[in-house]
């Protein structure tokens, strides 16, 4: 699961914009002692930060800062902002049990994440880091629905899986056909459908991650455990999966986010139907947003959904990444 | 919004974008109510930026000569086309109204949507320059009007129906369309009983649920009833529970597509425009634009001879007028930014020249001009028109008529009632609060 998952995931990106800038302040305060900078190196820095900086604050920040606005009021997006209310369109949306069942549903997408996807990626990454025949084609077909944009997956399955279709075909020929479903149309099923679709979309995505990992394993090390006589589970467990730490981590941070802003895919497939039993907090947003025309209830929501974000990123970074990133974070580096 | 068929696959795609422009977009604009047609009659040339959702041929031609057919009568206007995603509008104009540059003329669906949008103070107020003509299109007029003020003008009628398949009916022993509910039910166990699906609905899409609740409020409440409702924006009148006593009643009887709860309504032959069009399902309750729809799902070019049309049944006991009708109709507004000449190009799109291009090519199913109805082709689309003039009122969509998050909560309501979350009562309760 990755940062592109949504085509213009917004919270992500504030997210992660604001993990940068607390870096960028820790890096300032951590050497206090440096000598004037020149003219020639502000110079330097404002022609290297400054246009990031203007998108930074233009694209993140303001829109933050109006959305947050907007949030305190009663708006149809027509018309001035006249109807503040507070803190009601917050109240509102955290005793909606739609909106409560929508937290859920993308607790329930994070946490499948890291029950099934993670063990599946490692799997396979593991099997196809060895030598073994058409090694390079199987890399391909794992990869190749990553490259797929969400929305031509999204539709893609939605014909696949409609009752009587090519699943269901496919179960009934092979004598699974008691175990036949209303994949989309029953409620109780149909969060794990699309777990199952976003498994096959995004899990490409962590096998080339943790292969990547695997291949910055030196050989040597592997060699000298097993000429200490080491048994390949040992080698897995001592030395691979310690080793893939740093890699496992990451895929962990970017699967959890990306499990917290899903939307396209379902947008596309159940519109958070039937009856809000796929509504996350996304599809919840552009419900009450645009359909209703509830933009200031909308905004109170997307204030929400990134705040649980950003304080997911701060305390991850802090810390589970705390060590991976030493060096890079905590201390200016050459 | 979906008055206008989205043909294929693809349509969906459009609002994926979406979750954060809520917070980014639009700069505080005074000014509410409607601002007064004292429009500019400027001397220079104009060009009009025009959004429309006549993305796919035929409606895209037919648009696309419409502006130029203008332009070459009135050689200093010149109209910019430009053809949008139909569910881009829901995004699109909001952000576009709240802008200080929005298109001079866009799609309007009219209702309580429209005088949700009027609140911007960009819509122009037309009803002096369209006085001169309006009549001529009728009674459907008025659904685009707020507060007795023309906001906008319509330039196709929709009716919500039957859409039926006679082969299938003959198959199953039917002879005639059904008149009432007791008719309804017992040919729905006679094709039951031919192994046919009965009826097709697609349900994942919301809105075909909410035709069916609201032809049984149409059927259980008085015409002033429904009238003063729709202004009251209040559903408190018992007879709304009666209509889901009546839903719930229908729906025990289980007379829809396994599955249902996951069908899209026009995308794909597996949508329930798609069933019925291949013959997997006998009847679909839908709009008058199912035919061209249907269309674009199948193979069988000798559909059209296949479709029959019936109106809702009357139900036993009901206040309500069995000729009232539930329907709407797709139209345009003018903005600010326009000039006198955008009220002036909405009457030349209602034209009998321009109506009778739209009928004939099959874009639009029922025109607003009277003279163009000579061009229907299709015979049961000559049923739906028939049936519309002997209407007693025509009920625009709840989900129209009412502002529009009141009739997106109904919409809701009523998809969770055919998910089997809520009671009768649940449904009224959803617009009341």
Known sequence: MSQSRGIADPPQTLAQAAVDSVTVAGRASARPARRRASTRQRLELTLLLGPALVLFVGFVLVPIAVASWYSLHEWNGFGPLSDFVGLRNYKHALSDTVFQHAILHNLFFAALTLIVQLPLALGIAMLLNRRLRGRGLLRLVVFAPYVLSEAIAAVIWLLILQPDGFVDTVMRAIGLGGLVHQWLADSGIVLYTLFAVITWKYIGFGIILLLAGLQAIPNELREAAALDGATPWRTTRHIVLPLLGPTIRIWVFLGIIGSLQLFDLIWIMTLGGPAGASTTMATYIVDRGFRRYEFGYGSAVSVILFVICFVFALAYQRFALRRDVAGAVTRAVG | ?433
């Open chain 2, 1 to 433: 919004m979906r008055r206008i068929p989205t043909r294929g696959v693809l349509a969906i795609v459009a609002v994926a974008a979406a979750a954060a422009p809520i917070a980014a977009c639009g700069s505080d604009n005074g000014g509410g109510g409607g601002s007064s047609t004292s429009a500019k009659q400027p001397s220079g040339p104009v060009t009009l930026t025009w959004w429309h959702n006549g993305t796919t041929d035929p409606l895209k031609g037919v648009w696309q000569q419409a502006a130029s057919g203008y332009h070459a009568a009135h050689p200093k206007v010149s109209i910019k086309v430009q053809p949008i995603q139909n569910e881009q509008f829901t995004t699109k104009v909001p952000l576009a109204l709240q802008s200080s540059n929005p298109p001079a003329i866009y799609q309007q669906w009219g209702g309580g949507q429209e005088a949700t949008q009027i609140r911007s103070g960009k819509v122009m107020d037309i009803t002096q320059a369209t006085s001169p003509w309006i009549k001529q299109i009728g009674q459907a007029a008025t659904g685009w009007q707020v507060d007795g003020k023309q906001y906008g003008v319509p330039f196709s009628l929709h009716i919500v129906g039957f859409w039926y398949r006679k082969d299938l009916f003959d198959k199953a022993g039917i002879t005639s369309p059904p008149k009432t509910m007791a008719d309804l039910n017992a040919d729905i166990a006679k094709l039951k009983a031919a192994k046919i699906v009965p009826i097709a609905i697609g349900s994942k899409d919301r809105w075909p649920d909410a035709f069916w609740w609201e032809y049984f409020a149409l059927r259980e409440c008085s015409t002033d009833v429904l009238k003063q409702s729709m202004t009251a924006i209040k559903l408190d009148d018992p007879c709304f529970i009666k209509a889901g006593n009546d839903m719930k009643a229908f729906m025990a009887t289980k007379p829809f597509q396994s599955g249902f709860l996951g069908t899209p309504a026009q995308q794909g032959a597996g949508s329930s425009a798609g069933m019925l069009a291949n013959g997997k399902a006998a009847m679909e309750l839908q709009g008058d634009w199912e035919p061209s729809v249907m269309a674009a799902l199948t193979k069988d070019k000798d559909l059209n001879s296949k479709l029959g049309w019936f109106a809702f049944p009357a139900v036993a006991g009901g206040a309500g007028d069995p000729s009232t009708t539930l329907g709407g109709g797709d139209g345009f507004s003018c903005t600010v930014k326009a000039t006198a000449a955008c009220a002036d190009f909405l009457k030349y799109i209602d034209s009998a020249e321009v109506q009778k291009k739209l009928v004939s090519s099959g874009a639009i199913s029922l025109p607003v001009n009277p003279d163009a109805a000579s061009a229907i082709t299709i015979p049961a689309v000559n049923d739906v028109l028939d049936y519309s003039r002997s209407a007693s009122y025509i009920q625009t969509y709840f989900d129209i008529a009412l502002p529009t998050s009141n009739g997106q909560a109904l919409d809701d309501a009523v998809a969770n009632f055919f998910a089997g979350k809520g009671s009768p009562d649940s449904i009224p309760k959803s617009v009341n609060e």
